[in-house]
Structures are given as C-alpha cells and as structure tokens.
C-alpha cells in the first residue's frame, strides 16, 4: 500500500486531494497531510518497508504566494532527484488552464521548482457543487486527474530513497547539535 505525503499552501487543495486519493476503490493508499515546515521531522519518521512518494500540490496562479511562504529548507528536499516528489498543479478545471506550467515552469524554477517526475494538472472540483450544465465536464476532468495521479503514485512510491534521507538528516541533524553543544558547554 503505498503512503503518499502530501504537502502544499493553505487553500491549495490538500484536504480534496486526500479525500480524492482515499476514495478510490482498490487503490489502497494512505495519505498525509504534511505542514510545511514539518518535512524533515516527517521523513525521518517514516517507515522504511512502506513505498511512499510526495505530492507538492501548487494552486494554479499562486506561485510567487508559494514561495514566500514555502520553507526554504523543505524545497531543498522536495525538489531534487532523491525525493519520489509528484508537483500537482491544482484549480485546472478548463481545457485552456492546461498551458499553465509550460508558460511558468522557468519562472518556478527560479524559487527552486524543477520537478524530475512529470506534472500533473487538474482540478479536485466536486461536480455536485457545480453548475448543472458543468458537471458532465467538471466529472470527465476529475476522473481524468485521479487516473494519472494514481498512475503517477503507482509508478514512483518506492522504499530505495528512505534509509539514506533518513540518515542524511540524522547525520546532519547531529552535526548542528553537536556544534551547538560545542559553543554552548562552558
């Protein structure tokens, strides 16, 4: 079963995506919220037997907002070739919101965003808070974004990268303490 963490703004979508990956029938996988700020202390905790990968999930329209809020230190991580990291492109309910990440994909990549797995964008609208004339089209996009993004968590969820992260931040997480203990006993 694989455990998807997924991390991302306030507003972005992360509860709809949760409860859109949960829902679905057989795919047996497990999602967490994970606040930004808190990757670290997440990855380190995490079981090394169970596949796991990242969703970042980025408003569509929000990415300077993104960054400004988004941890420096958790964007190291998340956007490397180590890290399993999906970046799901969120609030693309029409056909012409499909160009989104091409026309910023070189703006994101200046705040560090340069995503080795392919982008997902699509929309977690519920067609049952849509206009009756929509909802056959909002359905036929929502299906759409679950299929690739359960595609997508089927084919990078893996355990390979967990043991070195962890010991990388263990390693690195006992260096700080011990200069802090250095500088700090006397």
Not at 102 to 109: G, P, Q, R, S, T
Not at 133 to 152: H, M, N, P, W
Not at 171 to 182: A, I, M, Q, R
């Amino acid at each position: 079963m694989p455990h998807v963490l997924i991390c991302g703004l306030p507003a972005s979508g992360k509860r709809s995506l949760k409860n859109l990956l949960e829902c679905v029938p057989n795919s047996a996988i497990s999602c967490e919220l994970m606040p930004i700020g808190q990757l670290k202390q997440t990855l380190t905790n995490l079981d090394p037997i169970i596949p796991s990968c990242i969703i970042y999930i980025l408003r569509r329209g929000r990415i300077t907002d993104a960054m400004d809020h988004f941890a420096v230190s958790d964007r190291n991580y998340i956007f490397n070739t180590t890290l399993p990291t999906i970046l799901f492109i969120s609030h693309c309910d029409y056909p012409s919101h499909y160009g989104w990440w091409e026309e910023n994909k070189i703006f994101a990549a200046k705040f560090g965003i340069i995503p080795t797995i392919p982008v997902i964008l699509g929309s977690l609208r519920n067609p049952d808070q849509c206009r009756q004339i929509e909802q056959g089209s909002v359905a036929a996009v929502r299906a759409e974004t679950k299929r690739k993004l359960i595609d997508a968590i089927r084919t990078n969820s893996g355990t390979e990268w967990i043991p070195p992260m962890q010991n990388h931040l263990r390693n690195k997480w006992k260096f700080w303490e011990s200069l802090y203990l250095l500088f700090n006993s006397g």
